[in-house]
């Protein structure tokens, strides 16, 4: 059973007005968005996102942003990360249900994204988001990014569903608590291979300003496995001292795709991210530690298969806060 459209806050005031409205002029009358707005300022800032700039049509009920992608935003050298593309298209999904405080112990969130083609680092895209009035009454919210230079090739999209909890990941120990003492960290195994080593320094930015210690992410090769630990922090907040779910998607990108990369670089072929789903089981919370962990699931010739866990480590028994699928294109 899902959650009811009816049964959730509505974030923004009810309005009359034809022409569309930004988020910033529409926070000076809804206190949720302007709370919202203020704590999810230092994320949106380091990512360069002017989401305040989004505009909203009263009449379609669409959120609309359009901004250049900026250089911090890179993985491969002028390409976009998958995780900031997942981020900008969920900040997109979230402002319509801005302000529902449904009880994730019954609900699970779920959002899939879809990447159909490459966004370049220096692009002014559109992205587009609204509720799904054709999903029975379920909560249900699509998006998707153009470039503007070519409004009729969709880059991306992605949708965001609320339904009640039927999974069983809610406690109970992890299939992918690994401790990670067996490894080698990416920075010292990208001494020895070339192309890890200019990702890495391609995309610096993009981690570094998303506090992802992606070099003291360890590596086992023999096991198949990538783990990382972080403390989440102040950047990372959405609101109400949570992590934004745009974070949580990028931590899932890479850490699910990472062994994909280090697979197929001893090939000398790169790996670019195809669709990645993810399902939040609870509360991720500023300042908590947390532990993720991806491993391939399967590689069936240009395609691969892999998954991402991340565990809350101030439970014994690593509980599973949210995990991922992602398969990718090896070309």
């Excluded at 993985?75 to 900031?84: N, R, S, T, V």
């Excluded at 691969?304 to 991340?310: C, G, H, I, Q, T």
Aim: with cysteine; proline share 3%; aromatic share 6%.
């Amino acid at each position: 059973m899902a959650i009811k459209e009816n049964e959730l806050p509505q974030a923004l005031p009810n309005s009359e007005v034809s022409k569309q409205e930004s988020l910033l002029e529409l926070s000076a009358d809804s206190s949720v968005l302007s709370r919202y707005l203020t704590s999810s300022y230092e994320f949106y800032d380091i990512n360069n996102i002017p989401i305040k700039d989004t505009l909203w049509n009263p009449e379609t009920g669409e959120f609309i942003l359009e901004f250049i992608t900026p250089e911090t935003s890179q993985a491969y050298e002028g390409i976009c990360h998958g995780g900031f593309t997942a981020m900008l298209i969920d900040s997109i999904l979230r402002l319509p249900i801005l302000g529902n405080k449904y009880n994730r112990d019954d609900f699970t969130d779920m959002v899939s994204i879809k990447y159909m083609r490459k966004v370049e680092v220096g692009a002014t895209i559109r992205v587009t988001g609204k509720i799904d009035p054709n999903n029975e009454g379920q909560v249900k919210i699509s998006a998707y990014i153009v470039d503007t230079s070519r409004p009729t090739k969709v880059l991306a999209k992605g949708s965001l569903s609320i339904d009640k909890k039927t999974d069983t990941y809610t406690s109970g120990e992890s299939e992918d608590m690994y401790e990670g003492e067996d490894g080698v960290t990416l920075g010292e195994l990208s001494k020895e291979h070339d192309m890890l080593r200019e990702y890495l320094l391609s995309s610096a930015d993009f981690y570094n300003i998303n506090n992802i210690p992606i070099n003291d992410a360890i590596w086992n090769e023999e096991s198949g496995e990538l783990a990382i630990d972080i403390e989440t922090s102040s950047i990372n907040q959405a609101e109400d001292g949570l992590c934004q779910i745009g974070y949580i998607l990028t931590l899932l990108d890479s850490i699910a795709g990472f062994p994909v990369f280090l697979k197929s670089i001893k090939e000398e072929k790169i790996a670019l991210s195809d669709e990645l789903t993810i399902k939040s089981f609870g509360d991720i919370k500023v300042g908590s530690k947390i532990r993720v962990v991806g491993k391939i699931q399967s590689i069936d010739g240009k395609k691969s298969k892999s998954k991402a866990s991340v565990l809350d480590m101030s439970d014994s028994k690593g509980r599973v806060l949210a995990e991922g699928s992602l398969t990718m294109n090896i070309l």
